[in-house]
């Protein structure tokens, strides 16, 4: 079980990144935008880096749902390969059969 101070961090990153992003969309629209002026897009990449550091998408950590693991997440299921594994064994995921030899 990861420490819960990691998943709550992790949890307000996500809802910074929700709050912020129209905001960001914009600024990055103006700032790849060639057809401006060098003052317009410098000023509009000054904004960016005023924003939060944890409004930028890419600070999110992938976590297991169940167990707030950060390593062998699985992306499609949203759980580790432990809680996997654990559900799996359970009966809890149909066609998933624990090897055995």
């Not at 939060?52 to 707030?68: A, Q």
Request: glycine residues 4%; hydrophobic residues 35%.
């Amino acid at each position: 079980m990861a420490k819960v101070s990691a998943v709550e961090k992790d949890n307000h990153r996500r809802r910074m990144v929700k709050q912020y992003a129209d905001r960001r969309a914009r600024l990055k629209a103006i700032v790849m935008n060639q057809s401006l002026s060098l003052e317009e897009r410098f000023k509009a990449s000054v904004r960016l880096a005023e924003l939060p550091r944890n409004s930028s998408k890419v600070r999110i950590r992938n976590r297991c749902e169940m167990t707030g693991r950060p390593r062998a997440y699985y992306r499609k299921l949203k759980v580790s390969r432990i809680a996997l594994r654990e559900l799996g064994s359970l009966g809890c995921i149909p066609g998933f059969v624990k090897s055995s030899w």
